[in-house]
């Protein structure tokens, strides 16, 4: 892994916010972590890779309502040494000791598990250019309960790295963009985000071997109204209220049963459910199993 890359490297680490908007409640932005460690997500869903093994190959599984869509998303442990980290032992760094990464075509996850190589090129060498040996990789990532309203994640790199959100019909919701933070123990924030939740998927663009991202941050799990379950049963609402699992799991499994709570609003009250497993009764919360199919509705009056 060219996390391999020399200390010598020593590039500005500037943030700013760019990208196209599909409305004027899109935005983008990229925001310098001086101390990644102490980063806090207030988010549903968060993935930080500390409980995952080095080498790892997280494609194309779902993680918190995220899935690994590109086939070479790995995970990486700086505690091997193995990697040009973490900082203050290398250039990259991490929020704890794992992060993500896109190896190159061809890599050899059993080969790389016996292979402890030295920098890319010798601190005496000049510094390539990323046009010369660098060029870009890009990963995507697909939010499978349905678009978020924002995503971000934490990213160490050696040149300019992007983080782009996308309607569902790939139109750009807007891209924040991170320059060299790599030597410097920091890592960029990346964030985009859309108040209209319409960020189907994100896409991670950088240098080839020469950028690693960490701490997921979003609200992709956070389901929106009308709520679908995996069986395919959808829940509506009649009056002023609203519905919500009690509990929603990261990743659906086909039969189980999710507790759907009816939240009337203030001054009103439930009447009950029309429809599903909980046809005629009030009960609050239903169990819904994830075969159902059809459609279940919540009632609510005054």
Same mark, same amino acid.
């Given at each position: ?13 500037? %943030?700013?916010?760019? =990208? ?8 983008? /932005? &990229? @925001?310098?972590?001086? #101390?990644? $460690? ?122 300019? %790295?992007?983080?782009? =959100? ?8 807007? /891209? &924040? @963009?991170?320059?060299? #933070?790599? $030597? ?119």
């Amino acid at each position: 892994m060219r996390l391999f890359l020399a200390a010598a490297l020593a590039l500005s680490i500037l %943030a700013f916010t760019a =990208g196209a908007r599909h409305t004027a409640l899109a935005a983008a /932005t &990229a @925001t310098i972590i001086p #101390n990644p $460690d102490a980063y806090t997500c207030a988010l549903p869903d968060f993935i930080g890779f500390e409980d995952l093994p080095d080498l790892y190959v997280l494609s194309p599984w779902v993680i918190s309502n995220v899935q690994f869509t590109t086939s070479n998303w790995t995970v990486a442990d700086f505690g091997t040494g193995n990697y040009n980290g973490k900082y203050p032992n290398g250039d990259f760094t991490a929020q704890g000791t794992h992060e993500a990464w896109l190896p190159p075509a061809g890599f050899d996850v059993a080969a790389a598990e016996r292979f402890n190589g030295p920098p890319h090129f010798a601190p005496q060498q000049a510094a390539p250019s990323q046009d010369d040996e660098f060029p870009t990789i890009s990963g995507r990532l697909d939010f499978v309960n349905g678009p978020a309203s924002t995503f971000s994640l934490l990213i160490s790199t050696a040149f300019d %790295a992007s983080l782009s =959100g996308y309607t569902a019909n790939g139109q750009l919701v807007g /891209t &924040a @963009t991170a320059t060299s #933070n790599i $030597d410097t123990g920091a890592m960029t924030e990346l964030k985009v985000q859309d108040a209209t939740r319409d960020i189907a998927y994100v896409i991670v663009t950088g240098p080839l071997d020469a950028f690693a991202v960490d701490s997921f941050c979003s609200d992709a799990g956070v389901p929106v109204r009308p709520l679908t379950l995996p069986g395919g049963a959808t829940i509506g609402v009649t009056g002023c209220g609203s519905t919500t699992p009690a509990a929603l799991p990261a990743i659906f499994e086909f039969g189980v049963s999710i507790p759907v709570t009816a939240v009337p609003c203030v001054g009103h009250v439930f009447l009950g459910w029309s429809g599903g497993p909980c046809d005629g009764t009030a009960s609050n919360p239903c169990n819904v199993p994830g075969t159902v199919a059809g459609t279940m509705t919540a009632n609510f009056s005054p």
